[in-house]
């Protein structure tokens, strides 16, 4: 696996290092590299043995659709089929590049592997400079998921990305730690209405705003008829070893309730914590404790490092992991979607 470390070059060294990266791509290669969401694993949309690597790379059930991802509306042509319904084209006016996945109708230039079993495929531009310089020089649509083995954490970080699949991809553009940390929004438009299929830092409040129109989610619908579903939401995600247990209130609440757990279930065994800054009361000592810099808003601070603390505190063999959790409006709706599958449910609100 070859990597360029652009993050830390310079701008002529890191041009050269994205046009070999791109011609890599273009040429039927595995490339990871880094969104403003998380690390993705891509291969030429068009290349139908390029994108079936990408399920061997990362043991990918052969029914989940992939994401495509494009620098600009011009490489749509090739993407989707058709003229692209007005309601789109407003969503990507407003909000690409960025992370939001629109479901259209799939060209048939694509590889079939890209949206086997259904007729739309999710598109998005990212916002990240090496993700749209990269597709620039890889000058075709790039599908991409995220670049973790099926049922790890998507990764954030390159490190993350060599873990997991180092051996198995050709390179990985190494840009530094993703800013937004959780995945993006995917969303259906019909004519009357949107459907989020997967929260993300692109809110239904956003959407409802831009568009005009009323947004539901998915759990909202689940599975009615002519209503597409995301079928990556029903597989089994990501639970780290320890116990992930999640408490949602103002901080006297949740820190009692927190220590009123740890002194009946988890005295004296390895306990790692996420706070927004309070700490356990003397007697309770963590393995780990995380909170945000200061000054920074904890929901988007926890969005960011997320995966990273459920990784790092698996290594370091944590028993518990006691979260502090946030109200589901903005992003904290999405930090909340990936924490309630990590504690399998343990979610308390105070
Ligand atoms: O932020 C992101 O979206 C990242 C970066 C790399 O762009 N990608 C990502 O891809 O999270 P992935 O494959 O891990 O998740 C894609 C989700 C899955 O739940 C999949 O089922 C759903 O989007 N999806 C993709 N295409 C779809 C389609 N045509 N219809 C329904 N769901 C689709
Ligand atoms: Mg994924």
Redesign the pocket.
């Known amino acids: 696996m070859k990597v360029w470390n652009v993050a830390a070059a310079g701008a002529v060294q890191a041009e050269a290092a994205l046009a070999e990266a791109g011609a890599l791509l273009r040429a039927g290669g595995l490339v990871a590299f880094p969104?403003?969401?998380?690390?993705?694993?891509?291969a030429n949309a068009w290349d139908e043995a390029a994108v079936r690597r990408i399920f061997a790379a990362k043991g990918?059930p052969s029914d989940?659709?992939?994401?495509?991802?494009v620098d600009s509306r011009a490489m749509l042509a090739g993407v989707v089929q058709g003229a692209i319904p007005r309601l789109a084209e407003k969503a990507m006016e407003v909000f690409w590049p960025g992370?939001l996945?629109l479901?259209l109708p799939?060209h048939p230039r694509l590889a079939p592997s890209?949206?086997p079993g259904?007729?739309?495929?999710?598109v998005?531009c990212?916002s990240h400079p090496v993700?749209l310089a990269l597709l620039g020089k890889a000058a075709c649509p790039v599908a991409?998921?995220?670049?973790?083995r099926s049922g790890r954490p998507?990764p954030t970080s390159a490190e993350h990305v060599a873990a997991d699949l180092a051996g198995r991809i050709d390179g990985l553009v190494d840009g530094g730690p993703c800013p937004?940390g959780?995945?993006?929004?995917?969303a259906?438009i019909a004519d009357g209405e949107v459907v989020v299929?997967?929260p993300?830092s692109v809110t239904p409040a956003d959407l409802e705003r831009a568009l005009g129109l009323p947004v539901r989610s998915a759990a909202e619908h689940s599975g009615e008829q002519g209503v597409?579903?995301?079928?990556?939401?029903?597989?089994r995600h990501y639970a780290p070893d320890a116990q992930v247990c999640v408490w949602v209130g103002d901080a006297p609440a949740v820190r009692r309730a927190v220590e009123a757990f740890w002194d009946e279930r988890a005295s004296g065994r390895r306990v790692a914590l996420i706070t927004p800054g309070w700490r356990p009361a003397s007697g309770r000592k963590p393995l780990a404790v995380w909170s945000p810099p200061t000054g920074e808003p904890y929901a988007a601070a926890l969005a960011r490092e997320l995966y990273r603390l459920l990784r790092r505190f698996d290594e370091l063999g944590a028993e518990f992991i006691f979260v502090h959790g946030v109200p589901a409006s903005g992003i904290g709706a999405a930090v909340m979607n990936r924490l309630a599958k990590a504690a399998e449910g343990r979610v308390v609100q105070l």
């Not at 989940?64 to 991802?69: A, C, M, Q, R, S």
């Not at 259904?118 to 999710?122: E, F, K, M, Q, S």
């Not at 991409?144 to 973790?148: C, H, Q």
């Open positions: 969104t403003e969401t998380v690390y993705g694993l891509g990918r989940n659709p992939l994401i495509v991802h992370p996945t479901l799939a890209v949206h259904v007729a739309t495929v999710g998005r990212p993700a991409a998921p995220s670049a973790n998507s937004v959780v995945e993006s929004t995917v259906w299929l997967r993300g597409p579903l995301a079928p990556g939401m029903k597989y």
